[in-house]
C-alpha cells in the first residue's frame, strides 16, 4: 500500500513538474520576444502570439498540456474583462456623445454585412459568414488606449472620440457575446435566448442593486487595507463570473458586468492598478495559447479570406469611420486620426470566435485565420497610429472630399489640476485651505478610506490611490501640475516623486515632508522646491506662504535656500555634539 501511494505521487510530482517546466520554457520565449517587440516597436501582444506559434504544434510543440494553458487563459481572459468593465462607468459612455454611438453602430452594422457578403464569397456557410463579418467589425480598446496613452493624446478631441467609439463597440461586443451563448447548440433559439435574458437580467439587477446599495457602505472596511481591496477585487470578478457561468453564460460576461457594476465606486482606480500585473501574467498566456491554434496547413488554403479579412478590418473600417464623422461635421483632421484608431481587430473578437469555435459553429482554421488577421491588423494600425501625423500631411490635401463646411473644432479643454495634494490627515487640511484660496482647480490622493469620505463630504475632488503608482499619477495630471505637495511622512515614497517631477515636470514647485535634517538635506539635494520639517516650519507657515507668492519659483528658492543653510547649521551642531 504504501509503495503504491509512493508511486501515485511520484507520478502527481513528475506531472507537476511537467507542467512547470512547460510554462517556465514558455514564459521564458515570451520574455525573449517581448524584448524584441519592444525593439521594433510593436505591440507586446504581437510577440505573445508569436510565442505560441513557436510553441506551438505549427513549430516545436513544446506546449504538451493544453488543458492547463486553457485554464490560465481563462483567467486572464476574465480579468481582461473584469478591468476593462471597471473603466465602463455611466459617467463616461454618457460623455462620448452623439458622434461616438452613430458612428460605432453604423461601422460595426456596415462591417459585419460585408463580412458576411464576403464569407459568402468565400464558401463559407451562413453561421460562418455572420460570425467572420462580426469578429471584423469590433476594434481592440486595449491596443488603442495603450498607444493613445503614450502619445498623451488621449483627452484631445480626436482620442476622446475615439474611446467613446470603443466604449459603445464594447457594448455591442457584449451583446455578441450573449447570442453566441444562446446559441449552444449550433442553431439560435429565440425560447432559449429569451431564457437567457430573463436570468442575466435578474443577476445583473441583483448585482447592480449590492454594488451600489451595500458596498458604498463598505468601503472603509474594503479599501482600508490594499491587501483585502486586492482579494475583494479578485472574488467579486472571478465570483460574478462562475455565477454567471453557472447561469449559462460565459465567463466573459460575467467578468465584464462584474466590473462595470464596480466602475463607480470611489477605489476603482486603485483595484483596478493592483489588478494588471496579475492580468498582465494571465493575459499572456491567453494569447500565447491563441498562438498555439494557428495551423498554417490550412492558411495557405485560406490565404484569400485572410487578404479580404485584413482589408475590411485596415481600409474599409477607418473609411466609414472618416465619412461618418465628416457627415457630422467634423474636421479632415479629428476624423482621419479617429478614423486610424479602429484599424484592428479586438480581443472580443478573438474570445468571440474562441467560444463559437468550442461549441462547434466553426473550425479550428476559422480561428487561425482571424487570429493572423488579428495580428496583421495590429500590426500595421499600430505604426498609422503613432504616425498619424505625418501621414495627416501627407494626404492632407485629399482629405477635403471628407470634409463640409460647417466644423467642429477642437477646443482646447484639456482639464488639469495646478495642485495636486498627496496625502490628507498629516497636515493636509491646511493646504486644501490654501488651495481654496487661490481659486486653482485642484486635486487630492489618498489611500485612507476615512479621509476620503470626509472630502467627498465637502465636495473636494479626490481619488483613492497609491503615490507610488505611476498609471494613478499620470491620470492625475501630475505632469501638468504647478505644484504638488506630499504630506505622506515615508521618505521613500517621497524621493520617488521628487524623482518623478524632476524628469516629467521640472518647472513644478514641489513641497514634500521630512522628518529628519538628513532627510530633508537629502530631498533638497534631489532638487525639492522646498521641506517641511514640523520643528522648522510647520504647514501653516508654509501655506501662508503659498498665498502671498503662489508658484513664484524666485520667492520659493530665497525661502529654500533660507532653510537650507539653517539644516546645514543644524547637521554641523549635531555632528560636532556627537
Given at each position: 500500500?504504501l509503495?503504491?501511494?509512493?508511486?501515485?505521487?511520484?507520478?502527481i510530482?513528475?506531472?507537476?513538474?511537467?507542467?512547470?517546466?512547460?510554462?517556465?520554457l514558455?514564459?521564458?520565449i515570451?520574455?525573449?520576444?517581448?524584448?524584441?517587440?519592444?525593439l521594433?516597436r510593436?505591440?507586446l501582444?504581437?510577440?505573445?502570439?508569436l510565442?505560441?506559434?513557436?510553441?506551438g504544434?505549427?513549430?516545436?510543440?513544446?506546449?504538451k498540456?493544453?488543458?492547463?494553458?486553457?485554464?490560465?487563459?481563462?483567467?486572464?481572459?476574465?480579468l481582461?474583462?473584469?478591468?476593462?468593465?471597471?473603466?465602463?462607468?455611466p459617467?463616461v459612455?454618457?460623455?462620448?456623445?452623439?458622434?461616438?454611438?452613430i458612428?460605432?453602430?453604423?461601422?460595426?452594422?456596415?462591417?459585419?454585412?460585408?463580412?458576411w457578403?464576403?464569407?459568402?464569397?468565400f464558401?463559407?456557410?451562413?453561421?460562418?459568414?455572420?460570425?467572420?463579418?462580426?469578429?471584423?467589425?469590433?476594434?481592440?480598446t486595449?491596443?488603442?488606449?495603450?498607444l493613445?496613452?503614450?502619445?498623451?493624446?488621449?483627452v484631445?478631441?480626436y482620442?476622446?472620440?475615439?474611446?467613446?467609439?470603443?466604449?459603445?463597440?464594447?457594448?455591442?461586443?457584449?451583446?455578441?457575446?450573449?447570442?453566441?451563448?444562446?446559441?449552444g447548440?449550433?442553431?439560435?433559439?429565440?425560447?432559449?435566448?429569451?431564457?437567457?435574458v430573463?436570468k442575466?437580467?435578474?443577476?445583473?439587477?441583483?448585482?447592480f442593486?449590492?454594488?451600489?446599495?451595500?458596498?458604498?457602505?463598505l468601503?472603509k472596511?474594503?479599501?482600508g487595507?490594499?491587501?483585502?481591496l486586492?482579494?475583494?477585487?479578485?472574488?467579486?470578478?472571478?465570483?460574478?463570473a462562475?455565477?454567471f457561468q453557472?447561469?449559462?453564460?460565459?465567463i466573459?460576461i460575467?467578468?465584464?458586468?462584474?466590473?462595470i457594476?464596480?466602475?463607480?465606486?470611489?477605489?476603482t482606480?486603485e483595484?483596478?492598478?493592483?489588478l494588471?500585473p496579475l492580468?498582465?501574467?494571465?493575459?499572456?498566456?491567453?494569447?500565447?495559447?491563441?498562438?498555439?491554434r494557428?495551423?498554417?496547413?490550412?492558411?495557405?488554403?485560406?490565404?484569400?479570406?485572410?487578404?479580404?479579412?485584413?482589408?475590411?478590418?485596415i481600409i474599409?473600417?477607418?473609411?466609414?469611420?472618416?465619412?461618418?464623422?465628416?457627415?457630422?461635421?467634423y474636421?479632415?483632421h479629428?476624423?482621419?486620426k479617429?478614423?486610424?484608431?479602429?484599424?484592428?481587430i479586438s480581443?472580443?473578437?478573438?474570445?468571440?470566435v474562441?467560444?463559437a469555435?468550442q461549441?462547434g459553429?466553426?473550425?479550428t482554421?476559422?480561428?487561425?485565420?482571424?487570429?493572423?488577421?488579428?495580428?496583421?491588423?495590429?500590426?500595421?494600425?499600430?505604426?498609422l497610429?503613432?504616425?498619424?501625423?505625418?501621414?495627416?500631411?501627407?494626404?492632407?490635401k485629399?482629405?477635403?472630399?471628407?470634409?463640409?463646411?460647417?466644423?467642429?473644432?477642437?477646443?482646447?479643454?484639456?482639464?488639469?489640476?495646478?495642485?495636486?495634494?498627496?496625502?490628507?490627515?498629516?497636515?493636509?487640511?491646511?493646504?486644501?485651505?490654501?488651495?481654496?484660496?487661490?481659486?486653482?482647480?485642484?486635486?487630492?490622493?489618498d489611500?485612507?478610506?476615512d479621509?476620503?469620505e470626509?472630502?467627498?463630504?465637502?465636495k473636494?475632488?479626490?481619488?483613492?490611490?497609491?503615490?507610488?503608482?505611476?498609471?494613478?499619477?499620470?491620470?492625475?495630471g501630475?505632469?501638468?501640475?504647478?505644484?504638488?505637495?506630499?504630506?505622506?511622512?515615508?521618505h521613500?515614497?517621497?524621493?520617488?516623486?521628487?524623482?518623478l517631477?524632476?524628469?516629467?515636470?521640472?518647472?513644478?514647485?514641489?513641497?514634500?515632508?521630512?522628518?529628519?535634517?538628513?532627510?530633508?538635506?537629502?530631498?533638497?539635494?534631489?532638487?525639492?522646491?522646498?521641506?517641511?520639517?514640523p520643528?522648522?516650519?510647520?504647514?501653516?507657515r508654509?501655506?501662508?506662504?503659498i498665498?502671498?507668492?503662489?508658484f513664484?519659483?524666485?520667492?520659493?528658492?530665497?525661502?529654500?535656500?533660507?532653510?537650507?543653510?539653517?539644516?546645514?547649521?543644524?547637521?554641523?551642531?549635531?555632528?560636532?555634539?556627537?
Open positions: 500500500m509503495d503504491f501511494l509512493q508511486g501515485k505521487d511520484l507520478k510530482n513528475m506531472g507537476t513538474d511537467a507542467i512547470f517546466a512547460q510554462l517556465s514558455v514564459i521564458a515570451a520574455a525573449g520576444m517581448a524584448l524584441i517587440m519592444r521594433i510593436q505591440p501582444i504581437i510577440g505573445h502570439i510565442t505560441g506559434i513557436i510553441v504544434p505549427a513549430l516545436f510543440h513544446l506546449v498540456n493544453q488543458t492547463t494553458f486553457t485554464a490560465f487563459s481563462d483567467i486572464g481572459v476574465a481582461l474583462l473584469f478591468i476593462i468593465g471597471l473603466s465602463l462607468s459617467r459612455i454618457k460623455e462620448v456623445g452623439k458622434v461616438a454611438s458612428t460605432a453602430v453604423i461601422q460595426v452594422g456596415l462591417t459585419i454585412i460585408l463580412g457578403a464576403g464569407g459568402r464569397l464558401n463559407l456557410n451562413q453561421s460562418e459568414s455572420i460570425i467572420f463579418g462580426t469578429a471584423l467589425s469590433f476594434s481592440s486595449i491596443i488603442i488606449l495603450k493613445l496613452s503614450d502619445k498623451k493624446e488621449q484631445r478631441l482620442g476622446k472620440i475615439s474611446i467613446g467609439l470603443l466604449l459603445v463597440q464594447d457594448l455591442l461586443a457584449m451583446l455578441a457575446l450573449i447570442i453566441l451563448t444562446a446559441n447548440h449550433g442553431h439560435l433559439s429565440l425560447d432559449s435566448l429569451s431564457r437567457l430573463v442575466g437580467g435578474v443577476l445583473a439587477i441583483a448585482m442593486a449590492i454594488s451600489q446599495l451595500v458596498l458604498p457602505r468601503q472596511l474594503i479599501g487595507s490594499q491587501e483585502a486586492f482579494l475583494f477585487a479578485l472574488g467579486w470578478g472571478f465570483g460574478t462562475a455565477l453557472k447561469a449559462g453564460f460565459n466573459e460575467g467578468a465584464l458586468l462584474g466590473g457594476s464596480l466602475a463607480s465606486l470611489p477605489f482606480q483595484m483596478s492598478a493592483r494588471r492580468r498582465d501574467f494571465f493575459i499572456v498566456v491567453f494569447f500565447i495559447s491563441l498562438g498555439t494557428i495551423n498554417f496547413g490550412s492558411l495557405g488554403r485560406n490565404l484569400h479570406l485572410i487578404l479580404f479579412a485584413s482589408a475590411v478590418v474599409f473600417k477607418p473609411l466609414v469611420v472618416l465619412m461618418l464623422m465628416g457627415l457630422m461635421n474636421t479632415k479629428t476624423s482621419f479617429t478614423a486610424l484608431a479602429v484599424g484592428q480581443e472580443f473578437s478573438l474570445v468571440f474562441i467560444l469555435n461549441q459553429l466553426v473550425t482554421s476559422f480561428v487561425s485565420v482571424i487570429t493572423v488577421v488579428a495580428l496583421i491588423s495590429i500590426a500595421i494600425s499600430t505604426y497610429i503613432l504616425y498619424n501625423d505625418q501621414l495627416y500631411r501627407l494626404l492632407d485629399y482629405l477635403v472630399v471628407f470634409e463640409r463646411h460647417h466644423q467642429h473644432f477642437e477646443r482646447e479643454t484639456k482639464h488639469h489640476y495646478d495642485m495636486i495634494l498627496l496625502g490628507y490627515n498629516k497636515g493636509g487640511h491646511e493646504f486644501i485651505k490654501v488651495f481654496k484660496s487661490l481659486k486653482k482647480p485642484f486635486l487630492v490622493i489611500y485612507d478610506p479621509a476620503l470626509l472630502l467627498e463630504n465637502q473636494i475632488h479626490s481619488i483613492y490611490g497609491d503615490a507610488t503608482d505611476l498609471e494613478l499619477l499620470e491620470e492625475a501630475i505632469n501638468k501640475a504647478r505644484m504638488v505637495v506630499s504630506t505622506i511622512g515615508d521613500k515614497t517621497n524621493t520617488f516623486l521628487v524623482s517631477l524632476s524628469d516629467i515636470n521640472p518647472k513644478c514647485v514641489v513641497i514634500v515632508h521630512a522628518d529628519t535634517v538628513e532627510e530633508a538635506i537629502e530631498l533638497y539635494e534631489l532638487g525639492v522646491t522646498y521641506v517641511i520639517l520643528h522648522y516650519i510647520g504647514s501653516e508654509i501655506g501662508a506662504f498665498r502671498r507668492n503662489k513664484n519659483r524666485g520667492e520659493f528658492r530665497k525661502y529654500r535656500e533660507k532653510h537650507l543653510a539653517y539644516l546645514e547649521r543644524e547637521n554641523k551642531l549635531s555632528e560636532t555634539t556627537n
